[in-house]
């Protein structure tokens, strides 16, 4: 992070020249040292808006009491509640600045009273009072697949602490994005003069699943604005080929009589699964564990117990079962065992530093002839010890694939896209979302990610099916709590697993059709070269210039009544209607892609 009047340059981590062009779209992000939790909703747009190389200054508060000049930046974003301790005049100049046409966007509730009218709230002397409602239901299509999303309680539990203003408050001219479940406002637009503002509120865009919706307000805001995307998904397949079990289980036995685990796991589950990836033009990466049946982990544990002297020969079994790997797929590791890596599961650094040897051995013998490069550790769980040893284990492993948006940091889990903080060895690319089912909050995540990063990361296990509760017992943490089968609809009409993660695949295609799936050690490649490719974008006169490193996709937002050309170098591959605009997707080669914004728009 760089504080006013360096500039944030994402394409060497280091400070840009203050006169940098006005040409640039560049975003003046104001935060105060002493609000935590306005910090946390600006650490999150700082993250968007890096990986979308968009440069940006940081304004502090409480550090600053000279401003830059205003003019120079197309957007600001407030990410602070005690923007109510600014001086008339400092307030009296950002009105000014959007009046004249500039864009704001208020990521973190706050309150002003030379700012009330213009954020949307009326002519008000005090601040609300405050208000905790829960949920979320979208009003808009704020990025595509948002507009009519709900949120329940039971999806994703949002408190927002949150103004008072009641349902129906709102000035007419506030266009309403966002309410709460009992239709209250959390988030609108409003024009002020020939500007815009785009307000939030609440505090919950400090979480990590709306930083999609972060950084398209933030294109929103400016009319015109432009994002580097990824423009890669990545699909992932734990626990295959499956422990071997010649049991017949509920809910299978319904809907396949007489067919065990084994038989359903590598006959109509294996066959539908490769029928969704050829439907979808999908590429999988399956994750193997090597000894399901060694899970004698301590420091006095045998070296050459039966588990162990059976391993190969077991894994030789599944594989044999197993179909050949699909060209494009690849496998990755998923364990010696399926105990996680953390000082609980592997109490001693030596066993496990001699069992991922085993490991190594029976990967090579029975599954690949080179090591895996990819680890998704078991559970999601690792520890930082245990993290370096298996990189010394397998110096091959450049890819540790954990949880994005979920779970707790010390257990390896919360993780951004990057170098892994315990082990720099390993680049983490992190999956968002997980399992078969569409729920509201799993498609809120899914489309947040895609409109954040142009990215999205999901997995699945082969025997999902079966995580069922038993007769009576507790719900939560079952993978098939609803007792769904595999096909058929159950006893409460729900269709089956495989038709809602069609349904799940089938949602984002209609909206992301351009994302290109790939491997994992394709992920790698793609969000290595999107981290290396130098971009430069300016917006002047009619025209957007985008110069690159790279051939890469962008993100090109624009007010409703403009049409984009290219002029140069660069193709439109999709285009269309977002809340008040349009999102078009470019994409450019190396060198410079000139494109034409036409009408009513000025850039």
């Not at 307030?91 to 966007?105: D, H, I």
């Not at 008000?124 to 979320?136: A, L, Q, V």
């Not at 990824?230 to 397949?237: D, M, P, T």
Request: hydrophobic letters at 40%; a negative charge.
């Amino acid at each position: 992070m760089k504080i006013w009047p360096f500039r944030r340059n994402p394409q060497n981590n280091e400070p840009a020249n203050a006169t940098a062009s006005s040409r640039s779209q560049e975003v003046l992000v104001i935060c105060h040292a002493g609000d935590h939790d306005g910090l946390v909703v600006m650490e999150n747009l700082c993250a968007a808006m890096e990986f979308a190389r968009m440069r940006y200054s940081v304004l502090d508060l409480a550090r600053r009491s000279a401003w830059p000049p205003l003019a120079a930046y197309r957007s600001i974003v407030i990410c602070t509640e005690n923007i109510w301790e600014l001086p008339s005049d400092k307030a009296a100049m950002l009105e000014r600045f959007v009046f004249g046409g500039g864009g704001m966007l208020v990521a973190y509730r706050c309150w002003h009273e030379g700012l009330s009218s213009m954020f949307g709230m009326g002519e008000i002397e005090r601040d609300p009072d405050m208000h905790s409602t829960r949920g979320f239901i979208f009003e808009a299509e704020i990025t595509p697949g948002f507009d009519g999303l709900r949120i329940e309680d039971a999806d994703w539990v949002v408190d927002h602490s949150r103004f008072d203003i009641a349902s129906g408050a709102l000035p007419a001219e506030c266009a309403l994005l966002a309410t709460d479940l009992d239709g209250r406002p959390v988030a609108w637009r409003r024009g002020h003069g020939t500007g815009r503002v785009i307000y939030w509120n609440t505090g919950v865009l400090a979480a990590r699943p709306m930083r999609g919706i972060l950084l398209h307000h933030v294109l929103a805001s400016m009319g015109t604005g432009v994002a580097a995307t990824g423009g890669f998904a990545l699909f992932q397949i734990d626990d295959f080929p499956p422990s071997l079990s010649s049991a017949e289980l509920a809910p299978i036995t319904r809907e396949y009589p007489g067919l065990d685990r084994d038989g359903f796991l590598f006959g109509p589950w294996y066959d539908d699964i490769m029928a969704l990836r050829e439907k979808h033009r999908l590429k999988y990466s399956w994750y193997v564990v090597t000894n399901y049946h060694d899970v004698d982990n301590g420091p006095n544990a045998q070296r050459q117990s039966h588990n162990i002297a059976s391993g190969k020969e077991v894994l030789q079994a599944r594989f044999a079962l197993a179909r050949p790997l699909p060209e494009g797929d690849e496998y990755g590791f998923h364990g010696y065992n399926h105990d996680p890596l953390t000082a609980e599961g592997w109490p001693d650094q030596d066993m496990l530093e001699y069992k991922l040897r085993l490991a190594r051995d029976l990967w090579i013998d029975c599954v690949a002839p080179t090591p895996p490069v990819s680890w998704v550790p078991a559970n999601n769980w690792y520890g930082p010890d245990h993290a370096r040893t298996l990189k010394n284990v397998f110096p091959e492993i450049s890819v540790v694939c954990g949880l994005y948006s979920l779970g707790e940091f010390d257990l390896g889990e919360y993780r951004d896209f990057g170098p892994e903080p315990w082990e720099p060895r390993l680049t983490c690319i992190p999956r968002e979302t997980y399992g078969y089912i569409a729920e509201p909050v799993v498609r809120l995540m899914m489309l947040s990610q895609l409109a954040a990063m142009g990215v999205w990361t999901h997995f699945i296990h082969a025997d999902d099916v079966y995580d069922i509760p038993d007769p009576g017992g507790e719900i939560a943490y079952h993978r098939n709590a609803e007792m769904l089968q595999w096909k058929i609809a159950n006893d409460a009409g729900e269709p089956g697993m495989l038709h809602q993660l069609d349904a799940l695949i089938s949602l984002m295609r209609a909206h992301y059709p351009w994302v290109e799936f790939v491997a994992t050690s394709g992920a790698e490649r793609r969000y290595r070269s999107h981290l290396d490719n130098a971009v430069e974008i300016s917006l002047g006169a009619g025209r957007i210039e985008i110069d690159c490193g790279s051939e890469a996709h962008f993100y090109i937002r624009t007010e409703a009544d403009a049409s984009l050309r290219p002029l140069e170098g660069g193709k439109i591959v999709d285009i269309r209607p977002v809340d008040d605009g349009r999102l078009n997707v470019v994409h450019c080669g190396a060198g410079k892609s000139i494109f034409e914004v036409s009408a009513r728009q000025t850039v």
